[in-house]
């Protein structure tokens, strides 16, 4: 396993650089919800727990994926005011649900070493925004770290414990995609071997914070970020580089890899000053640093965060600033070196040239798609065959947001997690229109639940859809309480959404397979007939599950085929169902055999019996 | 500037991000820095994915256009979608058989005729066509043509690194239930190569 690897170095992802630092440090608890780009931190802690235990071994931590990003935080704070050393991962906006529990434990601090990884996804690679998170650092007066590589991961999830330690708060460990999820040589430590262990909670009237607490608590706070701000001038996370000249270059995280490559290429003379510490920033380095430059680029992604504060420093220096402030650099998207050399070349007269993007013949787009043989599918078909043609369709965070895509067209409205059910209840009211709402079994859990019960308690007319795929399917197929494993391989409690939302007070409820498409279109119309909210449970696993599942066993996967005789080219099955193994050939449909999962749903939809099961193997 | 920059391209679910791996571990066993940009999460549901290897005195895992070395690509389109990335001149190596994007087969959009592809790949670079498919069908599965591309790379010339030591990779790396498959496959694409007098 990569993550345990005893020669150095080893090649690791940024985010299983995390882990190997926190293992490194002697890590006690790990929470998390998972969410790209951060998921492989958590996933490599369950891999390691799942692995040391089936070496009878003890791993020497305990690991959990929790039901959301606030009930993780929550978690591991108690974890670490006990004495355990803490580490919640999460991608961004998953702070955004955890902001409550998170600012106020700023407050309150912690005691062992808790390190929260806010994972950022500037672009939006897999997000439904690209909000700055540094920005709560500022907010919560958090300390914070924002490593460039996957050697800094490390190094910053190793040091980060001693300085919340040290400060008695946590702190934020702020990493973006390309940082996550870039691979790299990583120089190890040995782990820190140990046993699990248990810490003891010491009562402290100073935990509790009612207003006057609270008033107190803020002080310290702030005496608190004074010190880090002292140790943010030492750390040696801050640094300068001097290739001579009066020209300056103040970076972080991945920027500070493409600056380096850049400069190079350029042949640039010039300093940097590179930032890994970026809360609070180190005044006085930056001072003198703008004192011996007389002109200065600041390259940092998404919101001019150190840039602001730079300008403030240099306020009464002789020194010209150049960012996001002139429209040098966009507040917009990540960064590549193209767009950081065009932007260096242009401020100080150098010559770059790129060639444009697009090629000549014009090519297909190729968005991501639900799979061949998704069971998602298979709903959204028997949906789409039984509403209402102005059917409002809320839908929510997971792959099944893929049907949003022609020939579906299935998702109308997506704020964040679990707003499906609430904006559901909004349209039911607003309108006069059917609704029929859809969420993942893991979203379910998540964030969904105070939504439906507002729901039962408004009743709303409205057909909520939980899509039970037996995963968090979009993320790399982790469980969560729907399921019966932890994330540590033991068996655990499993909960029936069924039962929930019977729990919650819903009365009609229907818990169907969509792979059978009649069925599904009855629960469907009875569902739409019940007046008020209305539960239809779709159960059927993941297809990558199966599929895997069958490799594993070394079961052949026997694709479908079209009888050419049969077919009367009506092209259901890609107009109506859209599987993306079916292609044209001529006028030809086909199925791509490499592509065709075997799930023999598309069977069901043709109306010529022409989609047979290919009787040789491969 | 001791730096060699690879791009593997291709569609979500072709064993790009394996490829890559083996690439790295490689660099690193013959004691060279590399850095990997990887694609995880919603692109790979079969959208158009590109993985950047770059091995050598490099910072950052992303290039700039016109700077890589080789380009390898499991699908056709999805080489010339990431031609700009390439140096003139230099090396294109992909896969023949076209995967065709849902958007084609609805009409929204065209698979452009694959001659006109090839000739605008051979406007700016050379190219080795290989039917990665067909030798992975040989091989014992589908799924192994991101090894067949592989091995064609391996020969090149090109990698800072002998082929015997991206097979010992493989050979470490790969789950044992597929390594005959693998071997296969990856011999096949050095065999192609051979074949076919490339040489650099
Ligand atoms: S639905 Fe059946 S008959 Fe119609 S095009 Fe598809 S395979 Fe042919
Ligand atoms: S059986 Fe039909 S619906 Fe299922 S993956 Fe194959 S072509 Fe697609």
Redesign the pocket.
Known sequence: MDVLAKKSPALLLGNQAITRGALEAGIDVVTTYPGTPASEIADSFSAVAKYLKSQKKDPGFYFQYSVNEKVAVEFAAAASICGLRSLTCMKHVGLNVASDAFLTYMYVGCKAGHIIVTADDPSCHSSQNEQDNRIYSKLAHAPMFEPSDPQEAKDMALEGFTLSEKLKIPLLLRTTTRVSHVRGPVTLNPLKKKKTTKGIFRKNPLLVTVPAVARQLHSVLLEKMDEAAAISEKIPFNYIINHGGTKGIITSGPSYGYVRDVINELHLECKILKLGMTHPLPKKLCKDFLKSCDEVIIVEELEPFIEEQIRAIAYDEDVKIYGKGAGHFSRLYEYTPDIVAHSISEIFHLKHKTSSDSPKVKLPARPPVLCPGCPHRATYYAVKQVVPKDTIFPTDIGCYTLGNAPPLKIADYLLCMGSNVGTACGFSYATEQKVVSFMGDSTFFHSSLPGIVNAVHHNNDCVITVLDNRTTAMTGHQPHPGTSKSGMGENIRMLKIEDVAKGLGIQHIEVVNPTNIEETKKAFIRSLRYKGPSVVVSRAPCILLIVSNKRKHGKNIIPYT?NQH?????????NKFGCPA?FLEGNQ?KIDKTLCTSCGV?QQ????N??EKEGNHE | MNKTSIVFAGVGGQGILTAANILGKAALEANKKALIAEVHGMAQRGGAVECIINIGDVYSALICNDSADVLVSLEPVEALRQLSKIKKDRLVITDINPVIPPSVSLGIDTYPDLEDVFKEIQEKCRLIKIDALGLAIQSGARIAKNMVLLGALADTGLLPFLPQLLLKTIQKNLPSRYMAISEKAFDSGRVFLKNNNYVE
Do not use: G, Y
Not at chain 1, 605 to 608: H, L, Q, V, Y
């Open positions: 079209i049969k077919c009367t080219q009506c092209k259901i099955c890609i079916f449909v598309c939809i043709c109306p010529s022409a989609i």
